[in-house]
C-alpha cells in the first residue's frame, strides 16, 4: 500500500507556477511507487483536465492492481478512477430496458441516469499501443473501480463542485495526514465496488467486457479521450 507523500505542508503555495504546475507540485508519488516520474506527472497532468476541464469528482490516482485482481503482480503505469458529471457509456441491451421501463411507467423521453465511476487510463499521441499492452492493464484493473481504492488527489484552492462531498482543500484539514497528496483509505477486504453513490455496480457494468477510457496527451496539452474494451461488445445505438 501507497505511503503518502507530504508534500503540500512543507512546500507554500507559489504565485508563480500555473494551477497545473503547482497541483503537480502538491502531488508528489508515494514512496513506494516504481513507475517513472514522467508517467507520475503525465497521470496528473490528465487528472487536473478531468477535474477542471470536465467537471469530474472522486477523482483518484492508483499505482497497484487493484485488490480484486490479485493474481496481478504490478499495474503498468499509473491509472486514474473518478466519477464524471454524467454516464459516459451504457450498453444497447440497457438502453432497450431504460426505455422498455420508461414505457411502462407511462413515461417519455429518455430518463436521468446515474453516472459510473470509470478507469481512465493515461497516454501520450506518440505513443504504440498493442493488445498485449491493453492486455496488461486490464489484467491489473477490477471491472468497476472501488471507492476506497487508490490515493485521493490534493487539489490546493479548487472550488468544490457539486457532489464532490471528500475534495480537499489547502489547510482545511487537521491531524495526522492533513495536506497530504494522498490522502487515501486503503480500500478494505470486501469492499464493494460502486457506481459512485454507494450502490453496488449494475448488471450491465459486470456482466460485459471491462472498460477503460484512453486518456491521449497531444504535444499542446489537449486531451482527447476514447472508450477501449476489453474484448468485443454489442455495437451502441444512436
Do not use: C
Request: proline content about 8%.
Amino acid at each position: 500500500m501507497s505511503t503518502p507523500r507530504n508534500s503540500s505542508s512543507s512546500t507554500p503555495e507559489d504565485p508563480t507556477l500555473s494551477g497545473l504546475h503547482q497541483f503537480i507540485q502538491d502531488n508528489r508519488p508515494p514512496r513506494d511507487a516504481t513507475h517513472e516520474a514522467h508517467a507520475h506527472k503525465l497521470a496528473l497532468q490528465v487528472a487536473h483536465n478531468l477535474r477542471f476541464q470536465h467537471g469530474w469528482t472522486e477523482i483518484r490516482l492508483h499505482y497497484h492492481p487493484s485488490r480484486q485482481q490479485a493474481t496481478a503482480h504490478s499495474l503498468p503505469r499509473p491509472v486514474i478512477s473518478g466519477l464524471p458529471p454524467q454516464r459516459l457509456y451504457m450498453h444497447p441491451d440497457e438502453q432497450i430496458e431504460v426505455l422498455q421501463r420508461q414505457r411502462e411507467q407511462g413515461k417519455a423521453g429518455w430518463p436521468e441516469v446515474a453516472p459510473e465511476r470509470e478507469w481512465v487510463v493515461p497516454s501520450q499521441l506518440q505513443e504504440s499501443w498493442t493488445l498485449r499492452r491493453f492486455g496488461d492493464v486490464f489484467d491489473a484493473l477490477s471491472a468497476v473501480p472501488a471507492e476506497k481504492e487508490g490515493g485521493r488527489l490534493h487539489f490546493a484552492n479548487a472550488i468544490q463542485l457539486d457532489g464532490d462531498e471528500g475534495l480537499e482543500m489547502m489547510g482545511n484539514r487537521s491531524g495526522s495526514g492533513a495536506g497530504s497528496p494522498f490522502n487515501s483509505t486503503p480500500e478494505r477486504e470486501g469492499t464493494v465496488t460502486s457506481n459512485g453513490n454507494g450502490h453496488a455496480p449494475n448488471k450491465w457494468r459486470t456482466g460485459q467486457p471491462k472498460r477503460v477510457l484512453l486518456a491521449t496527451l497531444d504535444d499542446d496539452s489537449t486531451v482527447v479521450y476514447y472508450i477501449v474494451h476489453d474484448g468485443i461488445v454489442k455495437p451502441r445505438q444512436n
